[in-house]
């Protein structure tokens, strides 16, 4: 009994002691004037989907939830958030070349395809990100779509600065 109480104080002590373990958060803007969805490549439909299955890791609107003030939880969310930004964030869509903006639709086409993301872990926590199967098709052919918009209209440019 005496074993028990001490390691529960001690669980008690080590849970609060994280809490002072420093971790910051990527911070949150509102103003994005680079961002996809005022781009005019995406319908309210597939913004919508956007939104909701990737913005929270995939652009500086991430809602923070409860659990990512806390440690050690914090650690992860901050480390996913980071690291989902550096792979793709869309609050910086207009700022991007052509052949990157090309590249990513067509990562995010496979990786829906795929069911790799959003990530599960992400979706057991956040049952609205979760994907149907015909809003993993919507997604994967407005991002075949949109390719094809954005290579018409660098050949356009093109043949504009051509003549």
């Not at 028990?4 to 104080?9: D, F, H, P, V, Y």
């Not at 609050?91 to 790799?116: G, P, Y």
Request: charged content about 25%; glycine content about 4%.
């Amino acid at each position: 009994m005496k074993v028990g109480r001490i390691l529960l104080i001690g669980f008690i002590v080590a849970g609060v002691g994280v809490q002072l373990v420093p971790n910051e958060l990527p911070p949150v803007e509102a103003d994005n004037s680079q961002d996809l969805i005022q781009s005019g490549l995406v319908n309210e439909n597939i913004g919508k989907l956007i939104r909701t299955a990737c913005y929270d890791c995939h652009s500086n609107e991430t809602v923070y939830p409860w659990y990512s003030y806390l440690a050690p939880s914090s650690w992860l969310v901050s480390k996913d958030v980071r690291e989902g930004r550096e792979a793709l964030n869309f609050s910086h869509w207009e700022s991007l070349e052509m052949l990157d903006k090309l590249a990513l639709l067509d990562d995010l086409a496979i990786e829906v395809n795929e069911e790799t993301m959003p990530m599960p872990i992400y979706t057991w926590m956040h049952a609205a990100a979760k994907l149907s199967e015909e809003e993993r098709a919507a997604l994967v052919l407005w991002a075949e779509e949109a390719m094809d918009i954005l290579v018409e209209e660098e050949e356009e440019d093109d043949q504009e600065e051509g003549e």
